[in-house]
């Protein structure tokens, strides 16, 4: 990508809706001091709405300057920076994530850098919405074969207590949580009693 849009340094970044947040999940620097920018980078928060990339994810439109000096909205990561350019990830209607590019030049960008970019965001979006679509499907495969193994376990099982700790344990496994529990109401239909 470097050969066609001359940047310095790019950036892909997701949107979290639980925080709404943008949060980068590829970083790429033209120099050997890639990491310290990784890290600076890294340190700030991209909330919707702010900065040029919280821009792009608010308004779901590319953002191009060339000259973030006189843009009010750019956050001054890097002081060598003149030109940003920024484009939405867009999956089904909807932003998922930006690509962003920025270059210490003043006036790199231009509308047939803003289409290429454009075009590379349009191919990610569809690879992210399929990687994310592939999760979803063999986390379900997971959780009906999980089932499949607990319907086996109780159709060949005389003793209630093992069949509820290999429930407890799938259901530590599947939802990678760090404690589970199963209570049974007693006699007295108000007491609940740890069993496993």
């Known amino acids: 990508m470097e050969q066609h849009l001359g940047y310095e340094y790019c ?3 997701l949107v979290d809706e639980s925080i709404q947040q943008v949060i980068p999940l590829a970083i790429s620097r033209q120099d050997k001091d890639a990491d310290s920018y990784k890290k600076e980078l890294q340190s700030y928060q991209f909330h919707w709405g702010r900065g040029i990339t919280g821009w792009v994810v608010e308004n779901g439109k590319p953002f191009r300057s060339n000259d973030v000096s006189k843009e009010p909205l750019y956050f ?3 002081e060598e920076i003149k030109s940003e350019l920024c484009v939405p990830l867009i999956s089904r209607s909807k932003v998922i994530g930006v ?4 270059s210490i030049r003043p006036n790199a960008y231009s509308d047939k850098d803003e289409e290429v970019l454009a075009a590379l965001a349009s191919s990610a979006a569809i690879a992210f919405e399929n990687a994310r679509l592939y999760q979803d499907q063999t986390r379900r ?10 319907a ?4 060949t099982t005389r003793e ?4 509820l700790d290999q429930i407890t344990h799938r ?12 209570y049974l109401l007693q006699d007295d239909d108000v007491t609940l009693k740890t069993v496993t």
């Open 11 to 13: 950036t892909v970044q």
């Open 76 to 78: 001054k990561i890097m």
């Open 99 to 102: 690509i962003n590019v920025e």
């Open 141 to 150: 495969s997971r959780i009906i074969a999980t089932l499949a193994d607990i």
């Open 152 to 155: 086996n376990e109780i159709a």
């Open 160 to 163: 209630v207590i093992p069949v």
């Open 171 to 182: 259901a530590l496994e599947m939802l990678n949580a760090s404690g589970a529990a199963i």
